[in-house]
């Protein structure tokens, strides 16, 4: 019997699909995530009130609910992710724009809340180069298992890739 192991082949598959095409399969990376981001929660929510099939089913609802309205939810979600990611950055610096701290806290806040609404107006550029850097990462990930190269090689390689994934899907509308 021959022992396969798919997680390479769909890691390096989703790779290339994610670094040329993931402008253009934007909607469905989006239902994809929240698809999984539903069966994820039905899991832990379900978990303390259902086992078995019926917890299957009930990830499975979950997910397909947050998946039917991800449309509508993923500008909102972009500028969260965008506005949670800004604030976290900033936050360890401790910037003092004030003297009271609690002002900074509300500043910062407000800083990454226009940055994650300046990210909705740019989702193009934005989706662009989150699907190049992950798609590359991917590649990069699991290309180790079927080619054997120096660490130099896979780390410019990985930068190599990013651009010229951003030049291919710059190209598309």
Do not use: H
């Not at 724009?97 to 994650?116: K, M």
């Not at 989150?130 to 090689?153: E, H, K, M, N």
Request: aromatic share 16%; glycine share 10%; hydrophobic share 55%.
């Amino acid at each position: 019997m021959i022992n396969l192991n798919l997680t390479p082949i769909l890691g390096l598959i989703i790779g290339v699909i994610l670094l040329f095409c993931g402008y253009k399969v934007q909607k469905w990376i989006v239902i994809l995530g929240w698809f999984l981001l539903g069966y994820t929660l039905g899991g832990y929510l379900g978990a303390n009130y259902f086992d078995g099939n019926t917890l299957l089913i009930v990830q499975i609802v979950a997910g397909l609910v947050l998946a039917g309205s991800s449309w509508k939810l993923e500008k909102i979600a972009l500028c969260v992710a965008v506005a949670y990611y800004v604030y976290m950055s900033l936050l360890p610096y401790g910037f003092s724009f004030f003297a009271e701290p609690l002002y900074n806290t509300f500043t910062i806040i407000g800083i990454s809340v226009i940055i994650g609404i300046i990210a909705v107006r740019f989702i193009k550029p934005i989706l662009i180069m989150v699907t190049c850097f992950f798609g590359a990462r991917l590649i990069v990930q699991y290309l180790p298992s079927y080619v054997s190269l120096s660490d130099d090689i896979y780390k410019y390689g990985y930068y190599a890739l990013i651009i010229i994934g951003a030049i291919i899907q710059g190209k598309t509308n």
